[in-house]
């Protein structure tokens, strides 16, 4: 538990000495500090004295307040704490398509915290809503070592984890139909434990009746209907929005030709895969696999 000295103090008129002007339609990083920036100076604080509330340095608030250096959802959080707004500066942080986040999955977040239910298909690694947390450590501490993301970087995509994760155990929590394939149970993420560990609660989610659970066995073949993750939204006014990924990017779609088409062809898969009781003994099964080797 991280503890701030919130006392009121009062620091005066804050310096306006170099002054820099904002544009805060110039990005969505400058607008979050022009945002910042009037709020402190209408509290009367100088960035010394927001800086040691937060516990950052003076030097660090006036680059988020001129849009020099992005803002971290870490950062956000002590910003509402210090300035007694529950989750403003989270939400603005969240609006921003973080620079931690694939392209196109910022947007894709505004939609599934909507969401009434959620169908998905993932082929490389366990649903992110599914991740035991040494498996997504295992897993984003892995896109370190390779240079693909800074360790502040993977923290934040932790943190994001956690917050999206909260809401399946929440009420009313979405419903959640998930068709993984067999590979995403094999890749062994973290070594022996973790996978063990991950299985186990792949294993006590798949009885929870708000979630459906299937495996898509390799013994499919040719016949398995999707060849990238897919992720179907439907939303509280019972549309549906989908979100594909690609090599590069991930984008939302709306498009309802296309959608009637992932749709029928998800419809498909959950025909094709192993039924929930058959998918809950295959996991047993993989699981046991890693257990005795």
């Known amino acids: 538990m991280e503890y701030f000295n919130l006392s009121p103090r009062?620091?005066?008129?804050?310096?306006?000495?170099?002054?820099?002007?904002?544009?805060?339609?110039?990005?969505?990083?400058?607008?979050?500090?022009?945002?910042?920036?009037?709020?402190?100076?209408?509290?009367?604080?100088?960035q010394e004295h927001l800086a040691a509330l937060i516990g950052y340095s003076a030097v660090h608030v006036s680059a988020v307040e001129t849009g020099r250096k992005p803002p971290t959802l870490p950062l956000s959080r002590r910003l509402d704490v210090a300035f007694e707004t529950p989750e403003r500066f989270e939400r603005a942080w969240r609006k921003l398509g973080h620079r931690v986040l694939f392209e196109g999955f910022?947007?894709?977040?505004?939609?599934?915290?909507?969401?009434v239910a959620v169908r998905l298909f993932e082929i490389n690694i366990v649903p992110s809503l599914f991740q035991a947390p040494a498996y997504a450590r295992a897993y984003q501490e892995a896109r370190v070592r390779r240079g693909w993301a800074t360790q502040q970087q993977a923290e934040e995509r932790l943190s994001l984890l956690l917050h999206r994760q909260q809401r399946l155990s929440q009420h009313p929590a979405p419903r959640v139909?998930?068709?993984i394939d067999e590979g995403c149970l094999r890749r062994a993420i973290g070594g022996r434990d973790v996978m063990v560990e991950q299985l186990v609660r792949l294993e006590e989610l798949s009885v929870q009746p708000q979630m459906v659970v299937q495996i898509s066995p390799f013994s499919l073949g040719e016949d398995r209907p999707f060849g990238l993750p897919i992720t179907l939204l439907t939303l509280p006014n019972r549309t549906i929005v989908g979100y594909g990924e690609t090599q590069r990017r991930g984008f939302l779609e709306r498009e309802p030709d296309t959608l009637a088409e992932w749709a029928?062809?998800?419809?498909?898969l959950q025909v094709e895969a192993l039924s929930r009781s058959e998918s809950r003994e295959f996991i047993r099964q993989v699981r046991r696999g890693f257990e005795d080797g």
């Open 10 to 46: 009062k620091e005066g008129p804050p310096t306006i000495m170099n002054r820099k002007e904002l544009d805060p339609d110039a990005s969505p990083t400058a607008k979050f500090g022009a945002e910042l920036r009037e709020l402190r100076e209408a509290r009367g604080w100088t």
């Open 106 to 115: 910022g947007e894709y977040l505004r939609s599934e915290a909507d969401a």
């Open 177 to 179: 139909h998930a068709v």
């Open 264 to 268: 029928g062809e998800y419809d498909q």
